[in-house]
Protein backbone atom coordinates (compact mmCIF):
# COMPACT_ATOMS: atom_id res chain seq x y z
CA UNK A 1 0.00 0.00 0.00
CA UNK A 2 1.17 3.51 -1.18
CA UNK A 3 -1.30 5.14 0.38
CA UNK A 4 -1.13 7.07 3.85
CA UNK A 5 -1.03 4.71 6.79
CA UNK A 6 -3.69 6.83 8.52
CA UNK A 7 -6.36 6.25 5.78
CA UNK A 8 -7.08 2.39 6.86
CA UNK A 9 -7.67 3.76 10.75
CA UNK A 10 -9.73 6.48 9.38
CA UNK A 11 -12.37 4.66 7.56
CA UNK A 12 -12.33 1.39 10.13
CA UNK A 13 -13.31 4.54 12.90
CA UNK A 14 -15.74 5.50 10.28
CA UNK A 15 -17.65 2.57 10.06
CA UNK A 16 -17.62 1.72 13.65
CA UNK A 17 -18.65 5.29 14.63
CA UNK A 18 -21.57 4.74 12.16
CA UNK A 19 -22.75 1.33 13.28
CA UNK A 20 -22.35 2.87 17.00
CA UNK A 21 -25.11 5.63 15.90
CA UNK A 22 -26.94 3.19 14.37
CA UNK A 23 -27.07 0.65 17.22
CA UNK A 24 -28.19 3.95 19.66
CA UNK A 25 -30.92 5.17 17.17
CA UNK A 26 -32.41 1.96 16.56
CA UNK A 27 -31.40 -0.63 20.14
CA UNK A 28 -34.19 -3.45 18.88
CA UNK A 29 -35.12 -4.64 15.51
CA UNK A 30 -36.97 -7.58 13.88
CA UNK A 31 -36.49 -10.00 11.20
CA UNK A 32 -38.81 -12.10 9.16
CA UNK A 33 -38.74 -15.27 7.81
CA UNK A 34 -41.35 -17.53 6.15
CA UNK A 35 -41.46 -21.52 6.71
CA UNK A 36 -42.29 -24.23 4.87
CA UNK A 37 -45.06 -26.54 7.88
CA UNK A 38 -46.58 -28.48 5.74
CA UNK A 39 -46.03 -29.83 1.69
CA UNK A 40 -48.87 -32.32 0.60
CA UNK A 41 -48.03 -32.30 -3.16
CA UNK A 42 -48.57 -28.97 -4.91
CA UNK A 43 -49.80 -27.43 -1.64
CA UNK A 44 -47.67 -25.74 0.55
CA UNK A 45 -48.91 -23.88 3.92
CA UNK A 46 -46.60 -21.38 5.33
CA UNK A 47 -45.81 -19.45 8.25
CA UNK A 48 -44.59 -16.52 8.84
CA UNK A 49 -42.05 -16.20 12.17
CA UNK A 50 -40.47 -12.83 13.62
CA UNK A 51 -37.88 -12.96 15.88
CA UNK A 52 -36.95 -9.43 17.90
CA UNK A 53 -33.50 -8.79 17.97
CA UNK A 54 -32.36 -6.66 20.76
CA UNK A 55 -28.62 -5.35 20.88
CA UNK A 56 -27.05 -4.57 24.21
CA UNK A 57 -27.08 -1.61 25.62
CA UNK A 58 -23.38 -0.91 26.17
CA UNK A 59 -22.75 -1.99 22.50
CA UNK A 60 -23.80 1.26 20.90
CA UNK A 61 -21.65 3.68 22.78
CA UNK A 62 -18.88 1.52 22.82
CA UNK A 63 -19.05 1.59 19.19
CA UNK A 64 -18.75 4.82 18.92
CA UNK A 65 -16.30 5.53 21.26
CA UNK A 66 -13.95 3.45 19.70
CA UNK A 67 -14.86 4.64 16.25
CA UNK A 68 -14.01 8.21 17.60
CA UNK A 69 -10.87 6.94 18.92
CA UNK A 70 -9.32 5.66 15.64
CA UNK A 71 -10.24 8.54 13.72
CA UNK A 72 -8.51 10.41 16.43
CA UNK A 73 -5.33 8.25 16.29
CA UNK A 74 -5.80 8.49 12.23
CA UNK A 75 -5.32 12.05 12.74
CA UNK A 76 -2.66 11.60 14.83
CA UNK A 77 -0.53 9.24 12.16
CA UNK A 78 -0.95 11.98 9.70
CA UNK A 79 0.26 14.45 11.18
CA UNK A 80 3.70 12.74 11.69
Do not use: C, W
Amino acid sequence: MSGNPGNGLLIAGAVAALLGIAAIAVPVFTTERNKEVLKIGDLKVTARQETAHVIPPFVGPGALAIGLVLMGAAFVVRRR
